[in-house]
């Protein structure tokens, strides 16, 4: 791993894949003849993309029950106990509608409503994320979203991941159905036969999704399009390299754009760092993807303080950070920007992908300085309630009048008027 | 206004604004223009499309202090009355950072933190809106934004309406620039020599700067495109027809795509608000935009109950909802989608466009089904905090690890092992 000064990040930035105008194209096409033809385009795409010609989109209650026959079950109860760990931290976000009074009658206040409906993506392919399952899935369901459903792509056997199905139906799914790609986002966005359009789609997937996802934000809302991911760890002498490397591997063996840097003011850590990494990656399954990540993007970063350190990390805004120095509690208040923070040598970055109850859907690629990890609001929404009192319209009227007739709109300033005594049916 | 019973609602079905081919690239090419060429880029759009040369970009303390002596000071009182009340009802949305300790050592939490900078972007032509100012700069405030910047298209004197620059400057601005359409959206994104880059984007404009938003949407975070803007009034035989015909052409009056409804058990009140539209109607200077409104997308639903009513509504999800019914509050549970719940005779709608103190910028065209009002969570975002103890860690990582597995992730499996007594420095 390159070891330098800490004085151009330039190299953190990767851009979001950039899609094609033919890629573009083909999904604008796939959302129209779902939005046309509804379930007979889902079979149709579905044969055509994964080689397989169903019978039926939605999963049976059948296939569930065998894919808790193929999960051992000490993996089933630790499904069980993550989704509680879940659960049990996404149930802190709930928010509870508010109001205010005055003393004059007047009620302002803010009504706290879950969605009606949500679907949630869970890519296939070679990888089948459970745990993302029930990252979607749990805040959905504390938010108190009455309908949860999934969408996921079959395999060429026409079947989904047994540990997928065990994580929705341990997470409280409504309905699960074999659909894939842009066309599962036209079925989510526009409804079918077989499957009711939802309000918001959420989960990552592939450039066909995400770009399926853009186009249909309006008709329905979507989460954050994700980009490559990222780990950023902050150490000072008192880190432990072999620790350092270990996580720094975990997120580079995800995708050969993710990036793995380390900030230290320990150049003795920043070569054992070095020389970790180089141990570690011999003997990974996936060393192939975790070397290239970690030659194209990784880097570890020297600083003379860690108050300089943490600028380096406010300015990469990392999707995940790791604070592995004497006391990292005390930098808290100082970083601003990241979509996850790990503190301490326990505090390994699978933990929070796992177990530990925080969500895994966090903002990637810098984009922690403005967003945040998928959380209970993003599947409620609010109203605003305004209940004015006569005295109170009597007092204001006359203010709230001249202001609409600033802005030139003579019919919000009668309207108010007309609470002023004027006849009641002239 | 066209009387029916409620069975078909197609007509309120509106579409967002088409963008043509032609519109898109007009806007990619300015965006690039802005992001190459900086200041210069925005002398020459603003000379182009506002048909004035300006001398600096930024407005002048000069500037403001004429804009004082422009408004009457009865007026400037009014704005900071408003200021005052917008301030009040959103610092009740300020979430607080939390956390959650085990006993075994565990602390897990989420940290709330304002954005670093957000740009408002405030519609310039003929219509000039102070009160937007407020609504998209005071949250921000108290969000504890640190610098929040308006951009404005100046007219063709150059300047901004007084107004808007008293408006701004008692909502606490940090600059305000002059520049309007892509290349203002294009100067907020990427950053100019005079226009630091921010984080997010709020505020209305046309179809040039909706395009523009969603273009830059990534790079920085923005808020929703709105989409024309309605009004649905809920009510009983108890109504006042005149307050009801009032309400509604208030927000006809806006656009001639605005929708304005009616909703009641009453079809005595149908009449009687039908005729009072007309007769209101004939005096309004906006005469013209209303009428078109009224006859295009307005009209009057006749329900047999309340509580049918309340699913109409549900099932338009309107921007604005007046109940002018004998107990309102007791339909305040059943009504799910609606961007502000207006309760009560006195409670015109105008009332929460200028000075209640909740926000105006509210969710339209039935996206109040998963949208909320503007408010302070827009201008913070969130960070999960995570320190594992000791014993957590040694308590889980086997679990831990065996999750990762199921995912074929081996990394992450043996980054958490690594925390299970291997040698130091292995």
């Known amino acids: 791993m390159r070891i330098e000064r800490a004085t151009n990040l330039n190299s953190l930035k990767r851009n979001i894949d950039q899609d094609s105008e033919a890629q573009l194209k083909a999904v604008k096409s796939i959302l129209t003849q779902v939005r046309e033809q509804g379930d007979a385009a889902l079979y149709e795409l579905t044969e055509k993309f994964d080689k397989v010609l169903l019978s039926e989109l939605e999963v049976t209650e059948k296939e569930i ?3 808790y026959s193929e999960v051992d079950d000490e993996m089933i109860a630790i499904i069980k106990e993550a989704a509680k760990n879940i659960e049990d931290y996404h149930v802190q976000q709930k928010k509870q509608s508010w109001f205010i009074t005055k003393e ?5 206040g803010q009504k706290v409503t879950p969605l009606d409906s949500v679907g949630v993506y869970v890519p296939g392919g070679t990888a089948a994320y459970p745990s993302s399952v029930l990252m979607g899935v749990v805040p959905a369901k504390v938010a108190g979203v009455g309908r949860i459903v999934l969408v996921s792509p079959p395999g060429k056997d026409g079947k989904l991941p047994a540990g997928v199905l065990v994580a929705a139906r341990e997470s409280g799914i409504s309905a699960i159905y074999k659909a894939g790609g842009a066309q599962a986002i036209g079925a989510l966005a526009y409804g079918t036969e077989t499957i009711q359009k939802v309000d918001k789609i959420v989960g990552p997937g592939n450039v066909y999704v995400a770009l399926a996802k853009r186009e249909v934000f309006g ?18 002498e008192t880190a432990n390299p072999v620790y350092v490397a270990a996580d720094l591997l975990s997120q580079a063996e995800h995708d050969p754009r993710a990036a793995a840097v380390l900030v230290t003011t320990s150049e003795e850590l920043a070569n054992q760092v070095a020389e970790q990494v180089e141990l570690q990656l011999k ?11 970690i030659e194209t993007y990784g880097a570890i970063y020297l600083v003379d303080s860690l108050s300089q350190g943490v600028d380096v ?14 006391h990292p509690m005390e930098l808290l208040g100082k970083i601003k920007h990241a979509g996850a923070i790990f503190l301490g040598p326990n505090s390994s970055e699978p933990v929070g992908d796992y177990f530990a109850g925080s969500n895994h859907v966090l903002p990637t690629s810098g984009t922690a300085r403005f967003s945040s990890p998928l959380n209970v609001d993003d599947f409620t929404k609010k109203s605003s309630v305004i209940m004015y009192s006569e005295s109170a319209i009597e007092e204001n009227a006359k203010k709230i009048a001249a202001f609409a007739r600033l802005e030139g709109l003579e019919a919000h300033a009668r309207a108010v008027e007309k609470r002023l005594g004027e006849s009641e049916h002239e």
């Open 65 to 67: 029950e065998q894919a």
């Open 219 to 236: 008709t329905v809302d979507i989460d954050m399009i994700a980009g490559p991911s990222e780990i950023a760890v902050l150490a000072d």
């Open 283 to 293: 003997t990974l399954p996936r060393q192939e993807i975790a070397r290239e990540s």
């Open 313 to 326: 990390i406010n300015e990469i805004a990392p999707e995940h950070l790791e604070v592995m120095t004497e």
């Open 104 to 108: 004059d009658g007047t009620l302002l």
